[in-house]
């Protein structure tokens, strides 16, 4: 059964920085796309960051040179170092994985997500 | 631009069948996929590409795309349809995905 699980997720002031987590269980984290994608109190999904199987990583403009995203294979983890944090980056934050078919995978189809994690920036 | 614009509620009496629209200039390019949330829950992956949905999904569900406009139709929307339901697709080179505002249905 293929589960991901956020960890991490914590009251924080504002400039500081916090690493979440993404355990995954039923399948491996090297051979599929995972990405994070936050979701503001009361607002809509915004996509973070990526990493592809292949180690390759994208970014939201919003996050960009503040965040890093990783992944450890043997510990089947994927993780998001959030440096500099700022208020508006409180939200639940979930990894999610891209559905792959057909020896393809389709970057913005995520068919597994995890429970979420909270991070509230505030001081 | 890579924004996808959806109506920010929709209503639809019970059993009857609604449309939820997402516009944006990359699904002239790249095939949206849509997600169901109910409050407190993650989202629900329900439909992709041209109109497949995952297991589990219920047939009710289905997508079509025409131009820069993607569609999800529920036919015959049920009481437990009621949610809130996102687009996405890919922006920036097809490296990126951007996600539309969301569709809070009301199911009457």
């Known amino acids: 059964e293929v589960q991901l699980v956020e960890s991490g997720g914590s009251l924080i002031q504002p400039g500081e920085s916090l690493r979440l987590s993404c355990a995954v269980s039923?399948?491996?984290?090297?051979?599929?796309?995972m990405s994070w994608v936050r979701q503001a109190p009361g607002k809509g999904l915004e996509w973070v960051s990526v990493m592809y199987s292949g180690r390759v990583t994208y970014y939201a403009d919003s996050v960009q040179g503040r965040f890093i995203i990783s992944r450890d294979n043997v510990r089947g983890t994927l993780y998001l170092q959030m440096n500099n944090l700022r208020d508006d980056d409180t939200a639940v934050y979930y990894c999610?994985?891209?559905?792959?078919?057909?020896?393809?995978?389709?970057?913005?189809?995520?068919?597994?997500w995890g429970q979420g994690t909270l991070v509230t920036v505030s001081s | 631009s890579s924004d996808l614009t959806q109506d920010p509620a929709v209503s639809v009496a019970l059993g009857q069948t609604v449309r939820i629209t997402c516009q944006g200039d990359s699904l002239r390019s790249y095939f949206a996929s849509w997600y169901q949330q109910k409050p407190g829950q993650a989202p629900i992956f329900i439909i992709y590409g041209e109109d497949n949905r995952p297991s589990g999904i219920p047939d009710r569900f289905s997508a079509s795309t025409s131009g820069n406009i993607a569609s999800l139709t529920i036919t015959g929307a049920q009481a437990e349809d009621e949610a809130d339901y996102y687009c996405?697709?890919?922006?920036?080179?097809?490296?990126?995905?951007?996600f539309g505002g969301g569709t809070r249905l009301t199911v009457l």
């Open positions: 039923g399948f491996s984290v090297s051979d599929y796309h």
């Open positions: 999610a994985r891209t559905h792959c078919s057909g020896g393809s995978c389709y970057l913005n189809y995520f068919d597994y």
């Open positions: 996405n697709s890919r922006g920036r080179g097809g490296n990126h995905v951007v």
